[in-house]
């Protein structure tokens, strides 16, 4: 099925490993062009080199840290110069820490603040004006299943996703009369390093070994596995497709069926 994303531009936030990457790669299978940014500079540097190799589109990497504002106009400004638009939108970032309430002061929430919801909100800012000029646009935020069920010791990300869907949701209602889809994908226990560090949190906090919650995690998945990345980047390119046209203001999981609500 060709998407029709062939000369889109793609802005891929948090892209060096994990989900983003997994967007980043699929995106480009399917012949988007790509800015993709992230903290770690080398490694941003190793994923745009091998997804330009595999997939032979152009890829912009930009060393960015999304949870300040001189991060963001530093990707937007790369898209910009390079390819003069954004038509796809990925907003993503590595999720705030662990813990209960009484383990976070009021940092560490504003900075969740920062990482989560305002990098969000403000790559949106910088990239809307041309999408509403073009009349076409994708926006694809990376949420969380503790978005609709939340997930014990995640106060911040539980926290700061739903507000990000509540931003979302709004926001699509205004941007749909200009051919702009918002929609969000909440990612399930999938095989990143971010769940390898939660479980080694919840390991510790519990006193047991990082093996026992991996099997207690995977017991409360009906397909009794963790996610791939390349199944949840497979949803972010057909909501960045053509084909999505009439699909918004959705919240979407990819997480086995860990979610016990009935819609």
Known sequence: MDLGLRGK??????????????????????????V?????EEALAETGSAIADRAGVDVEAVAADVSTPEGMSRAWAHARDRF???????TNAGGPPSGPFEAHDWDAWQHAVELTLRSAVELT?????????????????????AVKQPVDGLILSNSLRAAVTGFARTLANEVARYGITVNNI??????TERVEQLNAATA??????????????EAQIPM???????????????LASEAAGYITAQSIAVDGGWIRSVL
């Open 9 to 34: 531009v793609a802005l891929v936030a948090a892209a060096s490993r994990g989900l983003g990457r997994a967007i980043a790669e699929a995106l480009a299978a399917e012949g988007a062009s790509l």
């Open 36 to 40: 993709i940014c992230a903290r770690g």
């Open 84 to 90: 003069g638009r954004v038509d796809v939108l990925v």
């Open 125 to 145: 800012r910088l990239v809307l004006p041309g999408m509403k000029e073009r009349q076409w646009g994708r926006i694809i935020n990376v949420t969380s299943i």
């Open 186 to 191: 909440m990612p399930g226990y999938t095989r």
């Open 204 to 217: 510790e906090r519990e006193g047991v070994s990082v093996e026992d919650v991996a099997r207690r995690i």
């Open 224 to 238: 009794r596995r963790l996610g791939e990345p390349h199944e949840f980047a497979a949803l972010a390119a057909f």
